[in-house]
């Protein structure tokens, strides 16, 4: 079952069991106000309590890419995430764009949008389409406050084949319905499965939404219903702040109030599949805790962290945040996850997962036309009934088409419903709406401590995600204590060394010292020692000592630690699982030897029948070619599940079959503790835990 499956499940049981309002044991409005201590203006750690990481001063500084009105294709997306030039991509440098920005704002000349929430210096979706309307010559935005959304509205007009006016058929003149979405870096990674091109859709206001790098923006035109629906979200969430009131804070702090908060702590770690408690509280208020002060100003945003900081001053959970710098698959993350909610910490492929948006609107939108929806389908599985994924106006119409003892009507077909869903407010208006508007994935991936809140939600959510399926076979998901690898109790060291060994602080033993000869008297044998060579996954597994032979061994500089003690080494923060996700790029630990080298390890490029949901060839097949995705529908079955059935959804123009990536490359480098290799003088997480232990 996937993500969104799991959230609209998630998001009923938070509304059945919210019914109860003030009479719920869980009603955590307090009415006592408190002082409030002024926050250091820093990120990271010596900020706040339970968050690691640096001091960060974060400002986009790599190109984006913008797209208009359906100009764009899934080539670009490979192209931009490969870090090619997008054929049709138009490229934003963020240097630029600051400065025609600030230059603006000097002169007061009106052509962007002052914003009261985020530092200057960084750049909103809406600083992005101005910038375009000032730049492109066949491009013209104005835009206006509307105080019904607290937003602002755009009119376009765009002259498609650049002839100098806005007359001709696919011109578009004073168009009111333009909107975004945005695509995500996935970087070197393939672990794309429910994505097109189209990206993530969002309802969020423009001038509140950051620009990450590295990242694609497609602003087009949608029908009016899509507007109409975007702005009554808006409209609905200006209700939720005008009723948001001070009880906990004092009367001079500006809150907001969130009618539904679901917080699932992780339980098992170790294990595949969600795990934990919901825990629900009801009329969450929050307030500013200046988290990111290198990215909002002061007092002014309200985020998802900011409200999980709050719950957390008023003693109702816990919770611990880790900073995500440059990863190892080259995506600039450069935010706070959420790792820790009352004690339980994300470990290996269990994490954290958040959402937050208007109950009645959070399942609007599905990437239908994708390959990997109809794969690995159980006929008889609660999944196979709701994998057509139903979008705005189109919840039923056909029997399923993968249960032929269900008969029914109410599954989705890619067709307009001739009425929507009165609790989920749905006009289905067949002059006014485009169900193919709703054909992209629905906005996800934001980080807490930038997505703003200011126009709150009924309901936010932090709960977990197994991410088990989504990489490759189990011996390369690695956590602390699952005995694959021998984790050292430093505590108990019989020699263990001081500030006076010349190589204090130094991880990489080998600097000074000969590992294969460091215990001259033949001791190291088989209980000590390991192969210096990294091991990949696939063609040797992941196993503490797969070389048997005493003369093909070395110490690795963990196992010293183990009599010697962690020679000056920091204590860890608690993390048990793929340390180096994070400390491999921008965080790269100094003198630890080949801990995060990149080597040619790629068995078959990683192309594994483990994963044919990552490694499988690129598609793009035309929906209204029936040839093409019949044969699609063969070469599928064939190669990844018997269960396909293609023909779910209605030939559309301009629409494709669409899914994954295509395969790795060959000769593709990856990092000595990867996904796909580990590195046995310095294994990750163990030789992380045992020299850097979480006490």
Known sequence: ????????????????????????????????????????????????????????????????????????????????????????????????????????????????????????????????????????????????????????????????????????????????????????????????????????????????????????????????????????????????????????????????????????????????????????????????????????????????????????????????????????????????????????????????????????????????????QQANLDSTAVGASSSTMPTYCDRKGQSNPFDPTDTSLDHPDGILDTEGEAERRENCDPELTEVSDWYNDQEFHFFSDVWVMNHPGDIMAVFNFSMYDFYPVGDSKRIAGDQKWPIADINNAIAPLNSEHLGWGVADCGTCHSLNGIHSKDDIGVSLGVNPKPISIYDEGVTSYPVTDPSELVIAPFECASCHGSNGAPEGHGEEGSCFWCHSEDVIPPNHGTASTYISKMYEGGNGEDIPNRTYRSVDVDSTDPEAVSALEVELQENITEVMNLSVYPEKEGIKWQGYWGKYKDDMKVRTNSSWTTDPVYPDPYACVTCHPNN
């Not at 962007?112 to 000032?134: C, G, W």
């Not at 695509?183 to 423009?206: C, H, P, Q, V």
């Open 1 to 372: 079952m996937n993500k969104k499956t799991i959230l609209g499940l998630m998001v009923s049981s938070i509304l059945l069991a919210g019914c109860g309002g003030s009479d719920s044991s869980d009603d955590t409005t307090v009415s006592v106000p408190v002082a409030q201590e002024e926050v250091t203006p820093a990120t990271g750690t010596g900020a706040f309590d339970k968050v690691w990481g640096p001091d960060v001063k974060f400002e986009l500084n790599t190109t984006v890419y913008a797209y208009l009105n359906g100009n764009i294709e899934r080539q670009d997306m490979i192209d931009q995430f490969d870090r090619k030039i997008p054929e049709n991509g138009i490229a934003v440098d963020p240097v630029k764009l600051r400065a025609a920005k600030a230059d603006s704002y000097a002169k007061g000349d009106g052509l962007y949008i002052p914003n009261e929430i985020y530092n200057d210096n960084q750049i909103t979706f809406a600083d992005v389409l101005m910038y375009l309307s000032q730049t492109q010559d066949n491009f013209n935005v104005e835009y206006e406050w509307s105080e019904d959304i607290q937003s602002y509205k755009y009119t376009v007009w765009h002259d498609k084949n650049n002839d100098g006016d806005f007359d001709d058929e696919g011109d578009v003149k004073a168009d009111p319905n333009w909107y975004a979405t945005y695509m995500i870096d996935f970087g070197k990674f393939k672990r794309e499965l429910y994505y097109t091109e189209s990206g993530e859709a969002l309802y969020l206001r423009l001038e509140e939404v950051m620009v990450q790098p590295n990242s694609g923006l497609h602003f087009r035109s949608y029908s009016p219903m899509m507007t109409q629906r975007r702005e009554s979200v808006q409209q609905y969430q200006v209700g939720i702040k005008q009723n948001s009131k001070n009880s906990y804070y004092s009367d001079t702090t500006e809150v907001i109030v969130v009618p539904v908060v679901s917080i699932t702590p992780i339980e098992e770690t170790g294990l595949p599949g969600p795990s934990g408690k919901e825990q629900l509280f009801f009329n969450v208020e929050a307030r500013s805790h200046n988290f990111r002060p290198d990215i909002f100003k002061k007092d002014k945003a309200i985020t998802m962290a900011d409200v999980l900081l709050s719950m957390r001053e008023q003693g109702l959970i816990d919770v611990g945040f880790t900073f995500w710098g440059k990863l190892a698959s080259d995506v600039d993350v450069q935010h706070f996850i959420i790792n820790e909610i009352n004690g339980q910490r994300a470990a290996g492929f269990k994490n954290y997962v958040i959402n937050t948006g208007v109950s009645w609107a959070l399942e609007d939108f599905a990437a239908k036309y994708m390959v990997s």
